[in-house]
């Protein structure tokens, strides 16, 4: 019997990264379900025009920086009165080029997005909902979380800590009713692209990530959304470690 997801993991939803991307498409098909929103981002003003654009639920908004303690931790303050039961791990940037040529302060500004606000919004959240018994956490992988990759060395390296790390706390959440997700896309089309200056000329859009990972929640486990993203994989998968890496 298919499970409704507002019933499921209801009211509330938090969706890290929701200005932009994949994080946007996220707020919007949750909040074409039902769901009550918790919209966060560095970005106030694109907050605020997202939160009208899906005026038919009701938003908070939480312009914060998740590079910063701080940021996280105004997470988890400003929604400890919400019966919230599903978080949306989306933010998340790249860089490009030799990790060498690249300013050391971004790179370790990526590993404290992409890594280490993922684990302190996973452990306030999931810690939440194994008490509530129920609850849901879709983390953010990617293609590249399965080899290393040139001119990507430390976002494929954050994305396979994401990886390894949804595996795991998958297994230690399920005997409490909550379901965990790694959603590893491919090449996709979002802010994040641009601000790596990544170049993807097959790129699919952001809108395939959201629905076919929250369809796959309930199953646990990674989807890999969009053909790309399998035909990718297919393709990597007889190939030696050291020969998939690119």
């Known amino acids: 019997m298919k499970r409704n997801r507002l019933e499921t993991y209801g009211p509330w939803a938090v969706v890290t990264g929701a200005s932009d991307g994949i994080g946007r498409e996220f707020a919007r098909s949750l909040a074409a379900e039902g769901f009550k929103l918790v919209l966060v981002a560095r970005r106030k003003i694109a907050l605020d025009a997202l939160a009208k654009v899906l005026s038919s639920t009701e938003c908070r908004i939480i312009d914060a920086d998740l590079a910063t303690r701080a940021g996280v931790q105004r997470v988890d303050t400003e929604t400890r009165t919400l ?33 280490r ?25 990617s293609l590249v979380a399965f080899q290393g990759v040139r001119r990507a060395a430390n976002y494929a390296a954050t994305k396979a800590w994401v990886q390894s ?17 790694s959603s590893a896309p491919g090449p996709i089309r979002s802010g994040f692209g641009a601000r790596a200056d990544m170049k993807m000329s097959m790129a699919l859009g952001p809108e395939a990530v959201a629905t076919q990972s929250l369809a796959a929640l309930p199953r646990g486990g990674t ?5 790309l993203s399998k035909f990718l994989e297919w393709s990597l998968m007889f190939l030696p470690r050291w020969g998939a890496c690119a």
């Open 117 to 141: 606000a993922v684990a302190e919004l996973s452990h306030v959240f999931g810690g939440r909902f194994a008490r509530q018994r129920r609850g849901g956490l879709v983390l953010l992988s």
């Open 165 to 181: 790390f949804a595996e795991g706390l998958a297994l230690e959440l399920a005997p409490f009713g909550v379901d965990v997700l």
């Open 223 to 227: 989807v890999r959304p969009g053909w």
């Open 83 to 115: 019966d919230v039961g599903l978080l949306v791990a989306s933010a998340g940037f790249g860089t490009s080029g030799d990790f060498l040529d690249n300013a050391v302060e971004e790179e370790l500004s990526m590993i404290d997005v992409n890594c």
